[in-house]
């Protein structure tokens, strides 16, 4: 997931604050979340606080708690390769059935390829949730859902 919408009124990029849009954004795809037969059971944000918001907002929503955490490689110059190992990982060790990233720009991209059997980049607007079928012993799998706020208003 992108971030939702967020003010340029901040003198750092990681301070952005999400606007009242963002919120609402957020708020429409946790909607979506709950439609889904899915319980995600961990949300993990980039450090920056637009991100950290919208993991927040989007919980705050949804029909279940999922563990929320933190994690720096999520920032938008992250390195999607390393973020990939890290998801393995944590696969692995707390046994997480779904999980739910909270990114940025390119990030998001690069990640949706680097998951992904299609290897696909696009772009995602604020807020937009790419579905990814994961297997973790192929360590990739296929786009299943790529959405957006937009596609519910």
Known sequence: MRHGDAT???STDAKRCLSELGYLEAKVMAKWLNTKDVKIDAVIASPFVRAEQTAKAVIEELTFEPV???LD???PSGDASRVHDYIDAIIAIEHYQNILLVSHMPL???LLAELSVEKSSSL????A???IDYDTKKMAGHITH???PDDFC
Not at 124 to 127: D, G, K, P
């Open 129 to 131: 949730i790419a579905e």
């Open 108 to 110: 998001v991209s690069y």
């Open 73 to 75: 490689l999520l920032t």
């Open 124 to 127: 995602f607007s604020t807020a």
């Open 146 to 148: 790529h959405v957006s």
């Open 8 to 10: 340029i009124e901040h």
């Open 68 to 70: 929320l955490q933190q």
